[in-house]
């Protein structure tokens, strides 16, 4: 086998096997709102047109998401089909790249440990088999992280990354600024240090080049806003808007209030005090092994801390790269001691928080099955739902197609807007907007529709809809009734 080839091999088999193994246990996953939204406006940028936000409260587009749904466009009901491909596998590097990460920063069954911390946290799976956009942004990020640590001064390979996640994730525009800020700082040898100096022999040029890329993805962003929504901060503005709506933590004062329970939620009191552990006692023993570690741990809070503090969104899925770098520590806090001397006066008190926090997985082991039961039985249940909802807009009933289709809350919008190929604006949530005269109106056919399809805790729907008058039923399924007045 090529050399280029076994490079890439062991990484591409984790990957793919972790996948398989995801795709057996959790056989049920589909593409959230969010994404499912990113599909149709892709679609509409294929087509030439800009992207419909004038559905009840549309989520924030992602540009790269949005090329994602334009480039499978011409897949048709495929582009589904890929994104949950990518889903998967996204989960599967992750947890791929923080066993690298352990590996790299200690040693091999630290790396192990970790990898095992993230793919039995219940947020990595519940929001990776949804396909949110945040799995592979920290694949990216965490990639960046690896290239890194076996490169330091790597230069654009980092900044690259980082510019792909930013189109994803804001928080990695702050990344690629403090690693900007890190590569502007003088090397003791510039010309052996990463591919930069090589690339441009004169310092101030191989500066302004790597600053031109740390400030790629704020600035398409930026422009894709603009181009699309008529403003260039649409993005941020929407999504305080949402936050709003759906009486969000936020803030500096709820930060300090609900910020370490949220992170809490991702790794579970057992990886907080192993990770709260493993940081302390890596900066005390270990002290150059960890110190690219906790700086990306720290950086990662920060970026989460400065963007609740400008009134986005205190929740956990936004703390799982953090919490991913965390588990690496969790990993050393069981498995640390064994990396010092024989005789080191510190080993046996390791050894003994080692087994604290051991003990602390082996009482919590039932409580994240039930996590983990929960995360299975939520995406059966809502896929079987969301698939019914495909069903019934690709049987026919919807034909003749004649505006609006009335449903029952925004969330069944863009699902719909993706099957029968119409922009989510034609499609009213009768419990949020107006409920109009005429055209097709969907009701939840039982309350296992109802308790199953809320969006948020706080979503402001309410399903108490009743059938407008002269609306008849034209057909059903086992979570749908169709009706209609054309």
Request: hydrophobic content about 50%.
């Amino acid at each position: 086998m090529p050399t280029g080839a076994r490079h890439w091999f062991a990484p591409a088999a984790w990957t793919a096997a972790v996948a398989a193994v995801l795709l057996v246990v959790f056989p049920f996953g589909f593409p959230n709102y969010d994404t499912i939204y990113a599909l149709v406006w892709g679609r509409e940028l294929a087509h030439g047109m800009s992207p419909d936000y004038g559905a009840a409260l549309p989520p924030t587009p992602h540009p790269l998401a949005d090329l994602l749904g334009m480039v499978t466009t011409p897949l048709g009901d495929g582009s589904i089909g890929v994104t949950m491909v990518i889903a998967y596998l996204a989960l599967g590097l992750v947890g791929y790249l923080v066993y690298r990460l352990g590996s790299l920063w200690f040693d091999r069954p630290i790396g192990a440990v970790a990898a095992l911390i993230v793919l039995t946290r219940a947020p990595y799976l519940s929001n990776g088999l949804r396909a949110y956009v945040d799995l592979p942004y920290i694949a990216l990020v965490l990639g960046a992280l690896v290239i890194e640590t076996r490169r330091r001064r790597a230069g654009w390979s980092v900044l690259a990354l980082l510019a792909l996640a930013g189109l994803l994730r804001p928080e990695a525009w702050l990344f690629s600024l403090a690693y900007l800020a890190y590569l502007a700082l003088p090397a003791v040898d510039r010309s052996r240090t990463g591919t930069g100096g090589r690339l441009f022999a004169d310092r101030r040029k191989w500066l302004a080049g790597m600053s031109a890329l740390a400030l790629a993805a704020p600035v398409l962003w930026t422009l894709f806003d603009w181009i699309t929504a008529g403003s260039p901060t649409y993005s941020f503005a929407g999504t305080r808007e949402t936050v709003d709506t759906l009486a969000r933590q936020t803030g500096p004062v709820d930060l300090v209030l609900y910020g370490p329970r949220r992170l809490g939620e991702v790794l579970q009191w057992p990886g907080m005090v192993g990770a709260a552990g493993g940081v302390v006692l890596a900066l005390a023993f270990l002290r150059r092994r960890s110190e690219i570690g906790v700086a990306a741990a720290a950086l990662a809070l920060a970026a989460f801390a400065a963007l609740a503090c400008a009134g986005l969104a205190i929740i956990p899925r936004y703390t799982m790269l953090a919490a991913a770098v965390l588990a690496v520590f969790a990993a050393l806090g069981l498995l640390g001691w064994r990396l010092l001397e024989h005789d080191h006066p510190w080993r046996r008190a390791w050894q003994g928080f080692a087994a604290v926090v051991a003990a602390m997985f082996v009482v919590w082991g039932p409580n994240q099955y039930d996590l983990l039961h929960r995360v299975d039985v939520d995406l059966t249940n809502q896929g079987e739902i969301e698939s019914d909802l495909g069903d019934l807009a690709g049987s026919g009933a919807f034909e003749p197609l004649c505006l609006p289709i009335s449903v029952p809350n925004h969330r069944a919008v863009p699902r719909l807007a993706f099957d029968l190929e119409v922009r989510p604006s034609d499609i009213v949530s009768s419990s949020e907007q107006h409920q109009p005269r005429r055209g097709y109106f969907l009701k939840p056919a039982r309350p296992f529709v109802i308790h199953n399809f809320i969006l948020d805790p706080n979503d402001p729907t309410r399903f108490g809809t009743v059938v407008p008058a002269g609306f008849r039923p034209v057909a059903r399924n086992r979570s749908w009734v169709l009706y209609r007045l054309c």
